[in-house]
């Protein structure tokens, strides 16, 4: 079975569903099968090259019994089509042993009642495992039943009584107003928080939220309740940054206007003062290029080409596309440019936290080292269903990555006499938009 995996890598996946490492018998096939799923982790290639790396990199290598022994197990492989079948037979192998092992375990204790009850479960467990290989069949889409509801129960309390309140006052699935709630939780967190998993596993807080429902749903009232604060915010930020931006905006026009004055004297200077008017043209030069005009603080957009996206990242790092309608679909698909085909790239590496380059006419490129986008989107399910799925669509890294949602509406007569919706969110709460 390793011999297979070493020769052909692609068979791993199949093999690693169906054994553990507590399944190989001798220390060295362990040794081996951890530097396997060591190297897989990371994304490197299984190879026998870089397998015998692995071990001597960890100082394994001598205990299995060096490259010769790596050499073997490849030779020993009649063909790699059995993978599947060899890993069943280590697997059934590990069970028949854990069953003796447990037989002579119960043969031996004593009579205390506990212990024997005990070895008796585990005994059932392995027997049982065995008989079904350790997997339970696989539920065929469509006939699970009802999806369950969105579990408000898990927010924080007070976005939970915020949430709540707003399905109960609009009439509409707590679904909606929970995944807009998500939706704006990432507006504000994404670019300032990550999560590392384990080291050197970082992944950003941004998320691809869209919500489908039918028109009339009162899509667009739920999106207004949970997203108006943040454009208040935002609203709110620009008015204040604006006193500050309208100064440096006219200090830097000054010196502009100082550095091109003194680049004109430079260049009509007599030759005695030409070096001396060339160093005052470079510092007023300088000190222009060091009054940096800060841009009008932005944490929202709602139409956006993916042009327009890549450039509102270059300026902020990070940004959030909130909408009620899903006209997002057609901006990736490429309405303004259908020859073409769909523009991806910006959206993908704004999820991702990839480097984003920018090239723009008559400016230097600019790199976002981790761009953060966030999408928030009511729409209608036709909108999803527009979306071209052909082979060549490139839909398949996208969207479905995302965190969808299609809850039913509720009848009229569901809250016959809803509270009105929660004008604010809870005051406690606090929040911060600087990364």
Request: aromatic fraction near 6%; proline fraction near 9%.
């Amino acid at each position: 079975m390793l011999g297979a995996v070493l020769a052909s890598g692609r068979l791993l996946a199949e093999v690693a569903g169906l054994l553990e490492e507590a399944d190989l018998y001798r220390p060295a096939h362990r040794a081996i099968w951890r530097a396997i799923l060591r190297l897989a982790d990371r994304g490197e290639p299984t190879d026998p090259v870089t397998v015998l790396g692995e071990l001597d990199h960890s100082g394994e290598l001598a205990d299995v019994g060096g490259a010769p022994f790596l050499h073997t197990l490849v030779e020993a492989v009649p063909t790699v089509a059995n993978a599947g079948h060899y890993a069943r037979l280590v697997a059934d192998a590990a069970r028949r042993r854990r069953v003796i092992d447990l037989g002579v375990q119960l043969a031996h204790s004593d009579a205390d009642p506990a212990v024997l009850a005990h070895l008796a479960g585990e005994l059932a467990d392995t027997t049982a495992a065995h008989a079904g290989h350790g997997w339970a069949p696989p539920v065929p889409f469509g006939i699970a039943g009802e999806v369950p509801a969105f579990p408000v129960e898990v927010l924080p309390g007070w976005l939970g009584e915020y949430v709540a309140g707003v399905a109960t006052a609009t009439q509409t699935p707590p679904d909606l107003a929970g995944m807009l709630a998500v939706a704006v939780l990432a507006t504000v967190a994404a670019g300032a928080v990550e999560v590392e998993p384990r080291p050197g596993w970082r992944e950003p807080l941004c998320l691809f939220v869209a919500v489908g429902m039918d028109a009339g749903a009162r899509k667009s009232s739920v999106f207004t309740a949970l997203t108006q604060h943040v454009a208040e915010f935002e609203r709110d930020q620009a008015a204040a940054a604006l006193p500050s931006i309208t100064e440096t905006l006219t200090l830097r026009r000054i010196a502009d206007q100082a550095a091109a004055h003194a680049e004109a004297a430079a260049s009509r200077a007599p030759a005695d003062q030409t070096e001396e008017r060339q160093a005052e043209a470079i510092a007023r030069a300088a000190e222009a290029a060091n009054l940096i005009v800060p841009p009008v603080p932005r944490w929202l957009v709602d139409d956006a080409t993916p042009e327009a996206l890549a450039g509102l990242l270059a300026t902020y790092g990070r940004i959030a596309l909130l909408s009620p309608e899903g006209d997002v679909f057609d901006q990736m698909a490429g309405r303004y440019n259908q020859t073409a085909g769909p523009n991806l790239g910006v959206y993908l590496k704004g999820h991702a936290g990839d480097l984003l380059k920018v090239d723009r006419r008559g400016r230097p490129p600019e790199y976002v080292q981790r761009p953060c986008l966030t999408i928030g989107l009511t729409v209608q399910p036709r909108s999803c269903a527009a979306w071209p799925a052909g082979p060549d669509s490139g839909v398949g890294g996208c969207w479905p990555g995302s965190c969808t949602a299609s809850p039913r509406a509720w009848s009229a007569a569901a809250r016959p006499a809803p509270h009105p919706s929660p004008r604010r969110w809870p005051t406690a709460t606090a929040w911060s938009f600087k990364p």
